[in-house]
């Protein structure tokens, strides 16, 4: 801080600059370190189960609603095009037989529907499928 006299008065600069930077400096560190999840915008209550595992969330994740609402990823699709969507899908470097695909749908999806996904999925390719639920409380 510099202090200054004209005719006797005291004058007080502040810089500002340094504060600036350490806020810059927080914004970012905390704009790189937030992990950000690639989930549909639909809220679904997923069936309860006590014996359930952990998964990865990699590969692809295919959400059913109750409302009839089906989602690839983060896109929303009909399930006469859930087909051509997972064909289309880049696995990169694996197999489409060892790929991932995650199904949630809500506890009142019927398990007509479900059973319709499943053969939708295994009749382009797929054949690792998991049902993602929720732990028993």
């Known amino acids: 801080m510099k202090l200054r006299t004209r005719r006797g008065h005291v004058q007080a600069n502040v810089d500002m600059t340094p504060m600036i930077d ?7 560190f905390f704009l790189v370190s ?3 999840a690639v989930l549909p915008g639909i ?3 997923l069936p ?20 009839g609402l089906l989602f ?6 009909l399930l006469e095009n859930l087909g051509a969507e997972l064909i289309a899908f880049d696995t ?4 489409k037989l060892q790929f991932p695909v995650s199904l949630e749908a809500d506890s009142e999806v019927t398990n007509g529907t479900i059973v319709s ?9 797929y054949s690792v499928i998991n049902l993602r639920t929720a732990t028993e409380k």
């Open 22 to 28: 350490i806020v810059f400096q927080l914004i970012l």
């Open 34 to 36: 937030t992990t950000f």
């Open 43 to 45: 809220k679904l209550n």
């Open 48 to 67: 309860q189960s006590r014996t359930s595992e952990g998964t990865s969330v990699e590969g692809i994740t295919i959400s059913a609603s109750k409302d």
């Open 72 to 77: 690839f990823n983060d896109k929303e699709v």
């Open 92 to 95: 990169g470097d694996t197999d």
């Open 117 to 125: 996904i499943f053969d939708v999925i295994r009749e382009s390719g």
